[in-house]
């Protein structure tokens, strides 16, 4: 008794099959290229370590605490 509209259910589409042309895994889909541009070589080596911390944490933001660790790890202390 149903008079609503009804539409053929629309086909799955699977984003992570890769062989339909999406992003094969292990390439990271984030720009870090050019993102440090101007940056003194301190805060570019600080910036790369962040950045390779991300990645590797699978990480789009970090916390603080996270930012110390990184910062200590490159031999910083107070």
């Known amino acids: 008794m ?3 509209l009804e539409t053929a259910p629309a086909a799955f ?3 992570r099959n890769y062989v339909l042309g999406g992003t094969p895994p292990g ?3 984030r720009q870090f290229t050019n993102s440090h541009d101007g940056l003194s070589p301190e805060a570019r080596e600080l910036a790369l370590a962040i950045d390779e911390y991300k990645v590797r944490h699978r990480r789009r933001f970090i916390t603080y605490e996270e930012m110390l660790s ?3 790890e490159l031999g910083y202390h107070k």
Do not use: F
């Open 2 to 4: 149903s008079q609503g």
């Open 13 to 15: 589409v699977d984003r």
């Open 27 to 29: 390439v990271e889909r």
């Open 70 to 72: 990184v910062i200590q």
